[in-house]
C-alpha cells in the first residue's frame, strides 16, 4: 500500500507544471480538454452567427417575388456558404466541444486520451473557415453549388476557387477524424473503475457511437472532394458520361458520406435530451438498455439508406423500394426514443428550468422533423416534394429544433458547472420563448410552400407564395435577433456574473459531473474516483 | 484497490506542435489550391512557394512533436494506459484510410458494375444509349469511352505480379523484424528491417516505371477514362502510402541503429508495422480488383 504516497508526489508534479496558463498562449498551446472544449463551443457559435447572417441575406432576397437585393450568383453561394458552415462549423464542433467538456468529467478520466491531438484537431478549423470564407471575396466568388457539392455543378459549372473549396473541406476532415478517434479511445480506455459500459451516461454513449460515424464516413468525403477536383482540374471523368464516369455516381458517393453526417448531427443531441429529461422528472431515464440498442440501430442502418435523398434520380425501381424501406426502418428506433423520453417524464415531479424547456421543444420539433422525414422517405411522395421546401423545413425542423435546440439545452444545463455560477435566468427565458416562437413562424409555413411546389435554393418564386414568405422571413428575422439575447447572456455568464451554484446544480442532476465542485478545477480525476 | 489502478495517466504541459500543425495545414490547403488553379490555368501566383513553406512547417513540427514524445517515453512518464490509447488511436486511424480507399474502390465498383453497363443499354437505360452514345459498347477495361477516347488496358502479369511479390515479401520481413524486435535482437531487426525498407524502395521504383510505360507506351493516362482514373487514383495513392510507409520504416530503422525500443516498450514501431501491413493488404485488393479482373 504505497499508493498514497505516489500520489502525492504526483500532486507536487502537477502543481510545478500545470498550473493555469496566461494569456494568448493558453489557448494556443492549450492540452486541457475544459480549455479546448471553450474554444471549440466558442468557435461554433462564432459560426453560427456568421451562418446565420447569410440566412439573413437568404431571407431578405426572398421577402418578396422577384429579384431585389442580391445578385443569383451570389445568392448560390450565400445558401452553400451558409449550410457548409452550419454542418461543418457550427453543430459539429458544438457537440465535440461539449464532447471535450464533458465526457472526461463523466466517465471520472483526467482528460482527454491524446490531449496535444486534441488541440491540434480544433485548430485546424478556424483556419479551415479562413479558407473557405475568404473565397467569397475572390475572383468569381465562393462555392455556388450547394452544400452537397453535386457534379456537374461542383465540376463543368464551378468557378477555379472550387480548389480552396475542396482543400478546406480535406483539412476539415483531418479535424473531424482526429477529433473522432480522440473521443474513442478516451471512452475506451479512460473510464474509472467501475464505469462498465452499461453504467456510462447516454452522451458518452451517443458520442461513442458518433465517433464511430465519424471515422468510417469523413474520410468518403474526402474522396468525393478529390475526385471532384481531379474531374474539375485534372482530366478525370468520374463524374462524365462521356468518360464512362456518372454524375448519379458522385451523390451516390456524397450522400454514403451524408446519411451518416446526418446521423453524426442528431445522435450527440439525442444523448444530451437523455441527461437532461431525467434530472428534471427526478426519475431515471426509461428503457436505459433500450436507448443503447436504438442508438446502435440507428447509426448502423445510417449506413444502408443514403439513396432516399436520390429518389428523383431514375434507379432501378428494385433500389428505390429497398431504400425506401431501409428508411423507414429508422422510425423504429428514433420512436423507441421519443416513446423513452415521454415515459421516463410520465408520473415524474416535471419542473421547468430553462434546459428542460429546450429539451420539451426539441422532443415536440424534433418529432415534427422526423414524421416530415418519414413523409420523404416515401418514394412516390418524394417525387412531388423533392428539391422542394418541404425538404426544407424538414431537415430545419430536424437541425434547427433539434441539433441547434439541444445544443442550447446543453449549454444551459452544463453552463453552471462550468462558470460556477448560475446564468441569467430572465434573459434564458426571453430567449427561450422568442427562440420558439420565431422559429416556428419561420419554419412551419415552409411546408406549405413547399408542398404547393416552390423549389428550393431560387432567389425568386411565384406570386402566390409571397404572403408565406414574407411571414417566413419575418419569423426569420426575429430568429436571428433572438440569439443575440443568448449572446449577451453568454458573455455575461463568461464575466463570471451571477448567484455561486452548489456541486449538483439542479436537484434531480446524478452522474460524476455533478459530484466534482462548481466551477469544475482546470483538472478534474486526477487519480480516478470509483463508480458502485 | 490494486496499484494499477492508481496508474497516473500522463497529461502532457502545453505543446506549441499541435498549433504549428495546424498552420501548417493551413498553408499547405491555400498553397496546394493555389498551384492546382495556377497550373491547369496557367497563371501566376505564390501557390508553389506557400506549398513549401507549408511542407517545410509539417517537416518541422512533425520532427519537433516526435522528438518530444520520444523524450518523454524514454524518460519513462508514459504508462501501460497511454501505450493502450497510442495503439488504439493508431488503429482506429487505420480504418478512416481503409474508408478513403473505400471511397475509390466503391467508384471503381460503381462505375463497372452500374455506370458503364448503362451507358451501354443495360437496365433500363437502351435509349441512354440508342440516342446519347449509339456507337458505344459496353466493356471493361473500358478502353474505349462513350466519348470515344481509346486506350490499352495494363496486364497483371509482368511488373504489378512482381510488384505484389514484393510487397508480399516486404510485409514477411516487416513481420520478422517485429519477431527480432520481440526476441531483443538488435543486429536482426536492423538486418529485416533495412531488407523492408529496400523492398518499399523498389516497389515504389517499379510503380513509377509502369507508369512510364502506360504514358508512353500503352496510352494509359490519368484522362483516358473512368477505367484509367481508377487505375490512377487507386494505385496513385497506394504508391503515396508505401512512399510515406517506407519514411516511417526508415525512422524506425534510424531509431533501432541509436538503440530505441525495448521488448516491452515500442509502440512507434508497432504502429509502423500495421501501418506497412495495412498498405500491404490494400495491394492485395488492388492487384485483384485493379489488374486481374
Request: glycine share 8%; aromatic share 18%.
Amino acid at each position: 500500500m504505497n499508493t498514497p504516497t505516489s500520489e502525492h508526489h504526483h500532486e507536487s508534479h502537477d502543481h510545478h507544471e500545470h498550473h493555469i496558463p496566461k494569456g494568448i498562449k493558453r489557448w494556443l498551446y492549450t492540452t486541457n480538454h475544459k480549455d479546448i472544449g471553450t474554444l471549440y463551443l466558442w468557435f461554433a457559435f462564432i459560426m453560427f452567427l456568421t451562418g446565420g447572417a447569410m440566412a439573413m441575406v437568404i431571407r431578405a432576397e426572398l421577402f418578396q417575388p422577384g429579384l431585389q437585393i442580391v445578385e443569383p450568383n451570389f445568392f448560390n453561394q450565400m445558401t452553400t456558404v451558409h449550410g457548409l458552415i452550419m454542418v461543418f462549423g457550427a453543430v459539429m464542433p458544438a457537440f465535440t466541444g461539449l464532447a471535450n467538456w464533458l465526457i472526461p468529467m463523466m466517465i471520472g478520466a483526467p482528460d482527454m486520451a491524446l490531449p496535444r491531438m486534441n488541440n491540434w484537431s480544433f485548430w485546424i478549423l478556424p483556419f479551415a473557415f479562413i479558407i473557405l470564407l475568404s473565397s467569397l471575396f475572390m475572383e468569381g466568388g465562393g462555392p455556388a453549388f450547394g452544400w452537397t457539392f453535386y457534379a456537374p455543378l461542383s465540376t463543368t459549372y464551378s468557378n477555379d476557387t472550387t480548389a480552396l473549396f475542396v482543400f478546406s473541406v480535406h483539412i476539415m476532415g483531418a479535424s473531424s477524424i482526429m477529433g473522432a478517434i480522440n473521443v474513442i479511445v478516451t471512452i475506451f480506455n479512460m473510464r474509472a473503475p467501475g464505469m462498465t459500459w452499461m453504467k456510462m451516461p447516454l452522451f458518452v454513449w451517443t458520442w461513442l457511437i458518433t465517433a464511430f460515424l465519424l471515422i468510417a464516413v469523413m474520410p468518403v468525403l474526402a474522396g468525393a472532394v478529390t475526385m471532384v477536383l481531379t474531374d474539375k482540374f485534372f482530366g478525370t471523368s468520374f463524374f462524365d458520361a462521356a468518360g464512362g464516369g456518372d454524375p448519379v455516381m458522385f451523390q451516390h458517393i456524397f450522400w454514403f458520406f451524408g446519411h451518416p453526417e446526418v446521423y453524426i448531427m442528431i445522435l450527440p443531441a439525442f444523448g444530451i435530451i437523455s441527461q437532461i429529461v431525467p434530472t428534471f422528472s427526478r426519475k431515471p431515464l426509461f428503457g436505459y438498455a433500450s436507448m443503447v440498442y436504438a442508438t446502435t440501430s440507428i447509426a448502423l442502418l445510417s449506413f444502408i439508406v443514403w439513396a432516399h435523398h436520390m429518389f428523383t434520380t431514375g434507379m432501378p425501381v428494385f433500389a428505390e423500394m429497398f431504400f425506401m424501406l431501409a428508411t423507414m426502418l429508422i422510425s423504429v428506433p428514433t420512436g423507441v426514443k421519443v416513446f423513452n423520453w415521454v415515459a421516463t417524464m410520465w408520473r415524474g415531479s416535471l419542473s421547468f428550468e430553462v434546459p428542460m424547456l429546450f429539451a420539451l421543444a426539441f422532443i415536440v420539433l424534433f418529432t415534427i422533423g422526423g414524421l416530415s422525414g418519414l413523409m420523404l422517405a416515401i418514394t412516390p411522395v418524394d417525387f412531388q416534394y423533392h428539391d422542394t421546401y418541404f425538404v426544407v423545413a424538414h431537415f430545419h425542423y430536424v437541425l434547427v429544433t433539434g441539433a441547434i435546440f439541444s445544443i442550447m439545452a446543453a449549454v444551459y444545463y452544463w453552463l453552471p458547472k462550468w462558470t460556477g455560477k448560475m446564468f441569467d435566468i430572465t434573459l434564458a427565458k426571453w430567449h427561450f420563448w422568442c427562440s420558439l416562437v420565431s422559429v416556428n413562424v419561420l419554419f412551419f409555413p415552409m411546408h406549405f410552400v413547399g408542398l404547393a411546389g416552390m423549389p428550393r435554393r431560387i432567389p425568386d418564386y411565384a406570386l402566390q407564395f409571397a404572403d408565406f414568405n414574407k411571414w417566413i422571413s419575418i419569423g426569420g428575422f426575429a430568429f436571428g435577433l433572438s440569439q443575440l439575447i443568448f449572446l449577451a447572456l453568454l458573455i455575461k455568464a463568461c464575466r463570471k456574473k451571477g448567484e455561486p451554484v452548489s456541486a449538483q446544480v439542479w436537484e434531480g442532476a446524478e452522474g460524476l459531473e455533478w459530484e466534482i465542485p462548481s466551477p469544475a478545477p482546470y483538472h478534474t480525476f486526477e487519480t480516478p474516483p470509483v463508480v458502485k | 484497490m490494486s496499484e494499477k489502478e492508481y496508474e497516473k495517466y500522463y497529461v502532457p504541459a502545453q505543446s506549441p506542435w499541435p498549433f504549428m500543425g495546424a498552420c501548417a495545414l493551413f498553408l499547405l490547403a491555400v498553397g496546394a489550391g493555389n498551384v492546382v488553379i495556377e497550373t491547369t490555368r496557367g497563371k501566376e501566383g505564390f501557390g508553389s512557394y506557400i506549398l513549401i513553406a507549408g511542407f517545410a512547417t509539417l517537416v518541422f513540427m512533425l520532427f519537433g512533436w516526435f522528438r518530444n514524445q520520444i523524450h518523454e517515453s524514454m524518460s519513462g512518464l508514459y504508462s501501460e494506459q497511454l501505450g493502450r490509447s497510442y495503439r488504439q488511436g493508431m488503429a482506429w486511424f487505420i480504418f478512416s484510410e481503409v474508408m478513403f480507399f473505400a471511397a475509390f474502390f466503391g467508384a471503381l465498383f460503381y462505375a463497372r458494375a452500374i455506370a458503364v453497363p448503362w451507358l451501354g443499354g443495360a437496365s433500363n437505360n437502351q435509349m441512354t444509349n440508342e440516342v446519347l452514345w449509339p456507337s458505344f459498347q459496353a466493356m471493361w477495361p473500358l478502353v474505349e469511352t462513350p466519348g470515344g477516347i481509346t486506350t490499352e488496358a495494363m496486364p497483371w502479369t509482368g511488373l504489378p505480379l512482381y510488384n505484389t511479390i514484393i510487397l508480399l515479401a516486404s510485409s514477411v520481413t516487416c513481420h520478422m523484424a517485429h519477431v527480432a524486435l520481440e526476441k531483443g535482437k538488435r543486429q536482426q531487426i536492423l538486418g529485416w528491417l533495412g531488407l523492408t525498407v529496400l523492398l518499399g524502395c523498389l516497389f515504389v521504383f517499379m510503380q513509377v516505371e509502369e507508369y512510364i510505360h502506360a504514358y508512353t507506351e500503352m496510352g494509359l493516362t490519368l484522362q483516358s477514362g473512368v477505367y484509367g482514373n481508377t487505375f490512377f487514383m487507386l494505385t496513385g495513392f497506394h504508391g503515396f502510402h508505401v512512399t510515406v510507409g517506407t519514411l516511417i520504416l526508415l525512422i524506425l530503422w534510424l531509431r533501432v541503429a541509436k538503440g530505441h525500443f525495448t521488448k516491452e516498450n515500442h509502440f512507434a514501431f508497432q504502429a509502423g508495422s500495421w501501418y506497412w501491413h495495412f498498405v500491404d493488404v490494400v495491394w492485395v485488393m488492388l492487384f485483384f480488383f485493379v489488374y486481374i479482373l
